[in-house]
T-cell receptor, first 118, second 111 residues
Framework: GAVVSQHPSWVICKSGTSVKIECRSL??????MFWYRQFPKQSLMLMAT?????????EQGVEKDKFLINHASLTLSTLTVTSAHPEDSSFYIC??????????????FGPGTRLTVT | QQQVKQSPQSLIVQKGGIPIINCAYE??????FPWYQQFPGKGPALLIA?????SEKKEGRFTISFNKSAKQFSLHIMDSQPGDSATYFC??????????FGQGTRLTINP
């Protein structure tokens, strides 16, 4: 199967600091990666779509200056939470799409990063 | 139009039973319907997916039934085990890949 990794798996930071989360597709190239946020006992909320070599597309209501996304290569996308505040504490999950011979894209998720802002 | 409605919100089944989770959608442009399994503190894992030109797909103990005219699809888990206890999400997308998720079903399989 397709493997997607995230680093770090959990991070605690102080309010006002920035945190970078990495998402890597380990055994396939992903032209598109997605970043999600998930609150306890809730569904996944799409934050942004990240395409290699181009600017990310943010969902309505997501602050692009706060959540900086960079997709530098076909296997790496990063999410930087700038000037983090306690309300940014959440579970952040990335996913990467893999094109299949059926003509469809399958989306594989990373293990998630638990961010706690104190 | 973009929503996927999932039910039930939670489900408790005895070991060996067949839990059924249902999803409904409105957008007829959706052409890819995956199911994901998520354990606490982990990312979702792709279980099985179906396209609208197929009415049923089976992989191991997991089966998707798809009703195009009713715009509904469901997940059946055969011979359920306590290890299947997790949250299950249905989703839908068009070829553009962006997934629309259901609200999730918390499944508990009692021993």
């Amino acid at each position: 199967g397709a493997v997607v990794s995230q680093h770090p798996s959990w991070v605690i930071c102080k309010s006002g600091t920035s945190v970078k989360i990495e998402c890597r597709s380990l055994d396939f190239q992903a032209t598109t990666m997605f970043w999600y946020r998930q609150f306890p006992k809730q569904s996944l909320m799409l934050m942004a779509t990240s395409n290699e070599g181009s600017k990310a597309t943010y969902e309505q209501g997501v602050e692009k200056d706060k959540f900086l996304i960079n997709h530098a290569s076909l296997t790496l996308s990063t999410l930087t939470v700038t000037s983090a505040h306690p309300e940014d504490s959440s579970f952040y999950i990335c996913s990467a799409t893999r094109f299949r011979t059926s003509g469809y894209y399958e989306q594989y998720f990373g293990p998630g990063t638990r961010l706690t802002v104190t | 139009q973009q929503q996927v409605k999932q039910s039930p919100q939670s489900l408790i089944v005895q070991k060996g039973g067949i839990p059924i989770i249902n999803c409904a959608y409105e957008n007829t442009a959706f052409d890819y319907f995956p199911w994901y399994q998520q354990f606490p503190g982990k990312g979702p894992a792709l279980l099985i997916a179906i396209r609208p030109d197929v009415s049923e797909k089976k992989e191991g103990r997991f089966t998707i039934s798809f009703n195009k005219s009713a715009k509904q699809f469901s997940l059946h888990i055969m011979d359920s085990q306590p290890g299947d206890s997790a949250t299950y999400f249905c989703a839908a997308s068009m070829r553009a890949q962006k997934l629309v998720f259901g609200q999730g079903t918390r499944l508990t399989i009692n021993p």
